[in-house]
């Protein structure tokens, strides 16, 4: 046998054997992804959201969250730790607070505290004269280890997903390296949280969420609303609910949309009962092909990422009401504005909260 040819039995060998066997972060779960609709019906394709108007981030970058306060300011958290304020025109930017984290999303209680779900460090508060300090970053002595949205209840009690208790962001890389693991695994660890903040305790409501991520309350706050965003779909949960795990039959969690055509990321109340959803990316044929084949994810993630079936971009929004009927759907095929994780609506505007925009996108409110 030739040397050469030897050679190449072992390249061949090597490289088989890397693709097989490398350790990877990941156990895949099997599921069976639905068929995606698609844009038709209701989510027909348009540009509604197209052309928006942007305001500068002074070189900061994923206004991941929006919402204004109480003193009629516009507050949004970036990848750098920062929270940044602005009155709603744009104007007056500052540095409201620096977590030294992340933070994807927040509310106001009752005093105007903000209250904060920095995926790095815990769910913080922070007073309205900058004081940082922790909430909460342990339930049943368990660490809540990707803490993504906050609700903020009128009695005071605060609801938290925390996205994945299988995958930190400070311990995988950051928050999209964490939530892409916890997606592709699909071991469906995400759980929502209730923190009492007058008897300091906190107990789980529900788990067994393919990455728990937006979260809003009804408006007689007896149920959550919660995006399940590794399964393309939204929960309505009762609060009285308790440790309930939603695979298993349950009057106190129903799916309140399923087989979505993107992957549901921010949930946020808009005006005149509706409740605004993003989606950070559409669906992809090639990602839900593999649903049920765990050891193809696990293969796919040895190879460089340059290679991964990421999606594509595309900024959509929607509005649906709290029985579930859609009553908007947003759309920018052209993808100009990245990971369009919610719609942020005031009087006049419509903001468009991202993960990795370098600027706020807006427009003014439709007429009709």
Sequence with gaps: MKVSTSLSIVATFCISAYFCFWPVPIEPVSWKAPSAPGYTGVHARNERLSGLQFISLGGEEGPEHVALSSDGMLYTAVASGKILRMTPDGNALEVFANTGGRVLGFDFDAAGNLIAADAMRGVLKITPDQKISMLVDHVDGDPIRYPNSIAVARNGKI??????????????????????????????????????????????????????????????????????????????????????????????AIILLDNLPGYPDNLMRGQEGKIWLGFAKPRNSIIDFMSDKPFLRKLVLRFPRVFWPIPEAYGHVIAFTENGNIVSDMQDPSGQYPETTALTEISDRFFIQSLHANNLGWMNKPSD
């Design 159 to 252: 609801y938290i997903t925390d996205s994945s208790i299988r995958f930190a962001p400070s311990q995988t890389g950051g928050t999209f390296e964490a939530s892409l693991l916890d997606i592709v695994e699909q071991s469906a660890s995400g759980r929502v949280l209730e923190y009492d903040p007058v008897n300091n305790q906190a107990r789980i409501v529900a788990k067994g969420l393919s990455f728990a991520n937006g979260i809003a309350l009804s408006h007689d706050e007896q149920s959550l609303f919660v995006n399940e965003t590794g399964r393309y779909r939204v929960w309505k949960i009762a609060i009285a609910a308790e440790n309930l795990d939603v695979t298993l039959n349950s009057a106190q």
